[in-house]
């Protein structure tokens, strides 16, 4: 955060005005639903030109917003998961996982984790937070598969990181805590001030 931008921030929103408060106000307005499609081509092929809002009282509640995704994502691995989800099935402590999936492709209030745990009542909101193009938790579903590269034969096997940081829940705790993050990130964006645009 450069001198010249705090000046112009501080003469606009008062002396309170950290270069922290900027960094969070960045974050949350890098997460406005009317920035991201009204800019969707030029972000796509060049860094973005953020606006600082006319009002001091939208500056701030962009930058709190900004604040609290970001412990939201920096933590992620820490976020409980959501109460109103279900787990099925993890008494059994199966927790090995071949590929995560829905049991119908438009059926996606539950992941079968594996042969023994389900994941069900997951909010439709959860999907609606998007990282590159598909859902955070799609991704997870994605990644968190055994999978073998063709060419190398080199198999990816997930397992062997929950067994590695000695959690054999790992797995299971991440999709638990992804599904949380993305529904208080949807929240959190619904909140943020609306900003128009010419």
Known sequence: ITDFI?????????????????????????????????????????????????????????SKAGRQLADLHIDYEEVPPHPDVVVEGAESKAYKVKKLRFPKKDQKDTILYNSQITIKNIPAKAYEYVVNGRSAIEWIIDRYQ???????????????????????????????????????????????PKVEFE
């Open 146 to 192: 055994i999978k073998t590269d063709k060419k190398s034969g080199i198999t990816n096997d997930p397992n062997d990181w929950a067994d590695e940081v000695g959690n054999p829940r790992y797995i299971l705790d991440l999709i638990l805590s992804v599904i949380n993050v993305s529904t208080q990130t949807v929240d959190i964006v619904e909140g943020l």
């Open 6 to 62: 705090l000046e112009r921030a501080r003469k606009q929103y008062g002396n309170k005005v950290s270069k922290e408060d900027i960094f969070y106000y960045v974050y949350g307005f890098l997460h406005s639903p009317e920035y991201r499609s009204t800019f969707a081509n030029d972000l796509k092929k060049a860094l973005p030109r953020l606006p600082l809002v006319d009002s001091p009282k939208d500056f701030w509640a962009f």
